[in-house]
Antibody, heavy 122, light 109 residues
Framework: EVQLLESGGGLVQPGGSLRLSCATSGFTFTSFTMSWVRQSPGKGLEWVSSLSAAGTTTYYADSVKGRFTISRDTSKNTVYLQVNSLRAEDTGVYYC???????????????WGQGTLVTVSS | SYVLTQPPSVSVAPGQTARITCGGNNIGSTSVHWYQQKPGQAPVLVVYDDSDRPSGIPERFSGSNSGNTATLTISRVEAGDEADYYCQVWDNNRDHGVVFGGGTRLTVL
């Protein structure tokens, strides 16, 4: 059974930092791109960042580029999101998601974690 | 960048059919995926590649995609289907092209 379990969220002041974790199980961790998707309160889904299956390529939304860093520990089957220089608009639930495609061109997220809440406020 | 347009809300009586649309320029030429998100819960994939269902998703959920509109159809709607629904495509014109629609709140009357 595929499981994704996020942790690390919390209340942080503007300009502060957090490290979000997503512990995974039930699939071959190094065979899939892993992503972070966030949702501001009462708003829709926003893709934030992805890390390729090989662990060599990272992708970021323009809104977080230069402030967030995605990484992983293959010995723990865990993906991380280091979030720095936080702003009020970064407030929201951060979901970890496993990416999949049948044709190598059209990707979707077949499993999601339960999310971890990040609140940026003074 | 590619934009997906969804109606903010759709209402339907129990037992009826709900249709949630997702509009995009020539969206029929790409694959559309749909997620269900109940209040306080994580999104769940309910349809992928236009019309396929993951294991465990009821046959009442179906999808279609043609021209400039993709549609998620929920037949014999139940109270438990009340949720937000998001469409998503992959924009291959971008480096990492995840695109979500704005979401549709399905209300079961």
């Amino acid at each position: 059974e595929v499981q994704l379990l996020e942790s690390g969220g919390g209340l942080v002041q503007p300009g502060g930092s957090l490290r979000l974790s997503c512990a995974t199980s039930g699939f071959t961790f190094t065979s899939f791109t892993m992503s972070w998707v966030r949702q501001s309160p009462g708003k829709g889904l926003e893709w934030v960042s992805s890390l390729s299956a090989a662990g060599t390529t990272t992708y970021y939304a323009d809104s977080v580029k230069g402030r967030f860093t995605i990484s992983r520990d293959t010995s723990k089957n865990t993906v991380y999101l280091q979030v720095n220089s936080l702003r009020a608009e970064d407030t929201g639930v951060y979901y970890c998601a496993k990416r999949l495609s049948r044709d190598g061109y059209n990707y979707y997220f077949d499993y999601w974690g339960q999310g971890t809440l990040v609140t940026v406020s003074s | 960048s590619y934009v997906l347009t969804q109606p903010p809300s759709v209402s339907v009586a129990p037992g009826q059919t709900a249709r949630i649309t997702c509009g995009g320029n020539n969206i029929g030429s790409t694959s559309v995926h749909w997620y269900q998100q109940k209040p306080g819960q994580a999104p769940v994939l309910v349809v992928y590649d236009d019309s396929d269902r993951p294991s465990g998703i009821p046959e009442r959920f179906s999808g279609s995609n043609s021209g400039n509109t993709a549609t998620l159809t929920i037949s014999r709607v139940e109270a438990g289907d009340e949720a937000d629904y998001y469409c998503q495509v992959w924009d291959n014109n971008r480096d990492h092209g995840v695109v979500f629609g704005g979401g549709t709140r399905l209300t079961v009357l």
